[in-house]
């Protein structure tokens, strides 16, 4: 009979013969060029960002204490959500632990039984494990298409429905019709979740965010996640959405409920950088410019946001030009199969405000030779 380890081992073996081993190394930032990150702003290590961390650690300890329903909301979780609202438009918002729990939040309180979740080929692990939790009918739609959205809301059988699409894709980097989506979801009678992880900071004159500019975030049955962990250097996720729903979340969301409140530091940093954000407004503009830039250099379109993909022959090419690329001091994310929605390699590199022209000019060379490699 064979163990537990033979078990593990018989996995790994799998996973090797597929080219598909991934490992977890320290990232030893100063060395490496970052373009796989998502600290987009480049905010990370800005002094107000960490003073807000500092600040707010001293003042309310390490961590919250409690969840956010018995001891564990803090003035400074207020402050955040009031930032965060501010910001977007959004008619009000709650802070949770992370995006991920956000998602889950979000779709195990909005759908259930009785619900069909229309759920786009290409979102996020975190909102496919929250239509599961959530017990709800999951249909998927075709990658941003809408006659698909169409067809599978208006031969529904359930009740209510609700669309769950991204801002601005994770993998791919480009963009959902929002405008078209809320419009389609309210007349059939479904609620629209836009999952904005990549478009807060990022889209929008002043980052606000992808819903917000399609000007549908303040849509009674628009409800939006986001992450503090990306644009805005910290850790933590928020609910955007009508005060109805921040009422529903509270009573009913698990990942909210049964988690304890958001760590004061990661609140503090996150405020922070919602600060620099006010302030310095060139950042939006400033990491776009950073992703055109590097779309030119692979030869693809120009995206969205600050994340852009280029598609490899296979996952043994994308982790050899991830290996050039190391050489030459950059570091490049590489997605293959599962965390593809397509089955597909690629090579998946963000942009970052903070990169100046010396470290891109090199990075653009680089990308160049290895685009043409491949
Ligand atoms: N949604 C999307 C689209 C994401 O890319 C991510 C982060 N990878 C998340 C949600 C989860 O956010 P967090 O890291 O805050 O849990």
């Known amino acids: 009979m064979s163990t537990f380890l033979d078990w593990l081992a018989e996995r790994a073996a799998d996973r090797d013969r597929q080219g598909l081993r991934r490992e977890v190394r320290p ?18 290590r800005h002094p107000a960002v960490i ?18 329903l018995v001891t564990g909301t803090l003035e400074l979780h207020e402050e955040l959500e009031h930032a965060l609202a501010r910001l977007t438009g959004a008619p009000s918002a709650l802070v949770l632990s992370t995006g991920y ?82 419009d389609l979801s309210q007349e059939l009678g479904a609620v629209l979740v836009v999952d904005d992880a990549h478009g807060l900071g990022v889209v929008g004159e002043r980052g606000e965010g992808g819903a917000a500019q399609a000007g549908i975030i303040a849509r009674d049955h628009v409800v939006v996640t986001v992450t503090l962990s990306k644009s805005l ?25 049964y988690d304890t409140g958001l760590a004061p530091a990661a609140a503090g940093a996150a405020l922070g950088a919602l600060d620099v954000l006010a302030t310095d407004a060139h950042l939006p503009a400033a990491v776009r410019a950073n992703a055109a830039l590097l779309a030119d250099a692979c030869g693809v379109d120009t995206p969205a946001g600050a994340v852009l993909s280029v598609t490899m022959p296979g996952p ?21 199969p599962p965390s593809t929605p397509d089955g597909s390699s690629r090579l998946r590199l963000t942009a970052h405000a903070d990169h100046g022209p010396e470290v891109l000019d090199h990075a653009l060379d680089v990308l160049r030779g290895l685009v043409t490699r491949a």
Do not use: M, W
Not at 59 to 67: E, I, V
Not at 233 to 257: E, S
Not at 316 to 335: D, S, T
């Open 316 to 336: 043994a090419e994308a982790l050899a030009a991830v290996a050039v690329a190391e050489e030459r001091g950059i570091r490049i994310g590489c997605f293959r």
């Open 27 to 44: 990232f030893k930032s100063g060395e490496l060029v970052d373009l796989a990150g998502n600290d987009y702003l480049g905010l990370r």
């Open 101 to 182: 729990h956000a998602n889950l939040a979000v779709l195990t309180s909005l759908a259930d039984a009785e619900t069909l979740i229309v759920s786009d080929a290409h979102a996020h692990a975190s909102l496919i494990d929250g239509a599961r939790l959530s017990r709800a009918a999951v249909a998927v739609s075709r990658h941003n298409d809408l006659d698909h959205v169409r067809e599978l809301l208006a031969g529904r059988t359930q009740p209510r429905a609700v669309v769950v699409v991204e801002s601005v894709y994770s993998v791919l980097g480009d963009a959902a019709p929002l405008g078209a989506l809320a």
């Open 51 to 68: 003073a807000g961390a500092v600040a707010a650690a001293e003042t309310y300890g390490g961590g919250a204490g409690a969840s956010r």
């Open 233 to 257: 250097a910290a850790q933590g996720g928020a609910v955007l959405a009508h005060a109805a729903v921040r009422d529903h979340l509270v009573n009913t969301g698990r990942p909210f409920i």
